[in-house]
């Protein structure tokens, strides 16, 4: 079955750094853009960065360029998203997801791993 397990969150303090992994598994992932949402608590849903299936492109949220990089190996069919300079505005629920290239439809969610910046 398909699943998106992430991992690599945890409590850091501001300005430390965290690096954050997507492990896919049960579809193709070479097929899929995928991309990297949060939540924080009372707050929507953002998407933070996305890259394109190639890793050719990538996107990112104005409040994270500079500081955060999303990166992904097909061969091992992982995301990762690496977070430095991080601050108490990016604790949040980060969240894995995929989206067929070819059928904008087909998309899966994980479940997320908890990124919470204090001192």
């Known amino acids: 079955q398909v699943q998106l397990v992430e991992s690599g969150g945890g409590l850091v303090q501001p300005g430390g750094s965290l690096r954050l992994s997507c492990a896919a598994s049960?579809?193709?992932?070479?097929?899929?853009?995928m991309s990297w949402y949060r939540q924080a608590p009372g707050k929507e849903r953002e998407l933070v960065a996305r890259i394109t299936s190639a890793g050719d492109f990538t996107i990112y949220l104005d409040s994270v360029k500079g500081r955060f990089s999303i990166s992904r190996d097909n061969a091992k069919s992982t995301l990762y998203l690496q977070m430095n300079s991080l601050k108490p505005e990016d604790t949040a629920l980060y969240i894995c997801?995929?989206?067929?290239?070819?059928?904008?439809?087909?998309?899966?969610w994980g479940q997320g791993t908890q990124v919470t910046v204090s001192s």
């Open positions: 049960g579809f193709t992932f070479s097929w899929f853009a």
């Open positions: 997801h995929a989206r067929n290239t070819f059928i904008r439809t087909n998309e899966y």
